[in-house]
């Protein structure tokens, strides 16, 4: 992905204490990172690096809404998502983020790119499954809730009389010892 200018923070020229930063996220920021598993995105980022003398402490915190199709019936509806983030920048010999808490810059380096933080912080709180408001609370009309509605199992009931049809009769009889007691 291409760095832009936006999602760099320089944190040189900054004085101690904690500066806030906050950015509204699209889909086009999406597009960068070539993820098109939804139609429009409109979410906000804020994101506060608290800068001390050896380290930086970053804090990513979203909330917005993404549009989705839904998982059962394929109608498309805007997910309210939220989420956070805590990242400690320390520095060293060279450039390391394994570890995804942890970022080390080297020593020399002068500002941080955010991008891909945010990026995967949004991404990872969006719900593997994605269920229209509608279908919970049984307002949605459609014609994949009409076919479902249709083939569905009926009651447990008429399942359960006819396993008990089918028993053999030596575990009937031994059913009786525990209710007879």
Known sequence: M???NEFLIPFVGLKLGKHQFEYQINKKFFDHFE??????ANIKV??????KNTMLEVTFKHSGTINVPCDLTS???????KGNLNLVVRFGEEFNNDNEELLILPIGEHQIDVSQYIYEMIVLSIPLKKVHPGVKDGTLQSEALDKLNQ???K???EVKEIKEENTDPRWDK???L???K
């Not at 804020?46 to 800068?51: D, F, I, R, S």
């Not at 109608?75 to 998502?81: G, Q, S, V, W, Y």
């Open 155 to 157: 009651d447990s009931i």
């Open 75 to 81: 109608e498309e509806f805007d997910l309210p998502i």
């Open 174 to 176: 031994l059913k009786t």
């Open 35 to 40: 993820y098109d598993e939804f139609e429009t």
């Open 151 to 153: 083939i569905k199992v």
């Open 178 to 180: 525990l209710t007879d």
């Open 46 to 51: 804020n994101v506060v690096l608290e800068k």
């Open 2 to 4: 291409k760095v832009t």
